[in-house]
């Protein structure tokens, strides 16, 4: 196992340096929503996400309610286009763009330092963008990672598995072939029950948390999505219900079976069916 080995290895890197950039991106993004809250109001009420590439445009070439007033809608799909939207204007286009300089006319934000302003919203977009093009490498070197592993092949079986997820259970548990039982990699995310020694819950039965947060993190998320998107967990989720659990309860249920399902896919050396699956 040697050169997976080194494949497990520079997936756990590159998660965890991922990991970084997210929040980093989140702040950045945090950042550009308060900038907007301030100086434009009414410009997510045009644009409710600042993300799409209309918006983005619109923030580097009228970031200002003042830089849209006196201007026409051909004035402002003339500003997208420079700002490099291959497809600025259209009935779309052009009901956008009226649309905004309603918006700039009955606005109540401004600044009384628009210089300083404008540079600070600048420089935000153009490191948020920058870490977002950081973020696209990084999944693309991911998903590379993983296509030389066969086991990641089949974790994939497992409809609603997502990518990251997938790399985030192999890059922080490692070989999975190592693991003998499911409780083994609960125990790897501190997911297993632990009898709390001190403090608010001393003598109570709690998740131990004492493994890897990240792996933790994405089993919680990927059951999340597997709740939704995949009709065995989704069933058994509704069944856990009617028996009187909690969705929460249900969620780290579904964890331990889901645990199980993988380690047992790997020892069998076979993708996920349906019928061989149910009773894990």
Known sequence: YAPQEAVFERLKTVISDREFWVKQTTALG????RWIDRNFPEFSSVFPDWTVPRSLASLRAFPMPSDLRNLSADDVIEGWSKQGMKRAGGVRGRGMAAELL?????????SQAPIEEKRDLQWLLEAYEQNVQRLQQMEQEIQ??????????QLRSIKGLGTITIAVILGCAGDLHRYDHG???LRRAGLNLAECTSGKFKGQIKLSKRGDSTLRK???LGMLSLVRHHPDFKRWH??????GMTKQASVFKLIGKLARILIGMIQRGESYRSEVHVAA
């Open 102 to 110: 309603r918006a700039a006319a009955r606005s109540i934000g401004g």
């Open 144 to 153: 590379e990672l993983l296509d030389g592993l066969p086991m990641a092949e």
């Open 183 to 185: 409780r083994q990699l």
């Open 238 to 243: 509704q069944q856990n219900q009617k028996k």
């Open 30 to 33: 945090n950042r550009i929503v």
């Open 218 to 220: 994405y089993l919680y």
